[in-house]
């Protein structure tokens, strides 16, 4: 069987380090704030969220560092609940959802993957 992870259409990249700016996803009206991102790629995006979310909900990533804003609309491709036993763990008991981006804006999911690359694992 072949799950929603198994069919990423581009390989994500782990973060690193602590990204300077700030992150919101928009759902239904609703702006939440986003602390952890877990990956990132041209194509979606991986981050815990507080509760679960329906695959398939359409949302609005927005992200804002001091000398860049973009917002980026996408879905969930993915939601299942973190398991991290770690009580000091700020996910614990929090959900780790997928994004996949709007693939017809692909300007805009570059131009993020651009903003995040200094703090991916793989570019020192």
Known sequence: MTTEHE???NERKTI???INGEFQITIDGKSYPIV?????SISGIGLCFPQEV???TSIRLNYSAPDFKLAINGRVAWCTENKDPAPES????AYQIGIEFDPTNMDHNCLLFMALRKYLD???
């Open 122 to 124: 793989d570019f020192e």
């Open 16 to 18: 690193a380090r602590e």
């Open 36 to 40: 952890n991102v877990t990956d990132v």
């Open 7 to 9: 069919r990423r259409q």
């Open 54 to 56: 329906a695959t398939d």
């Open 90 to 93: 700020t996910n614990a008991g």
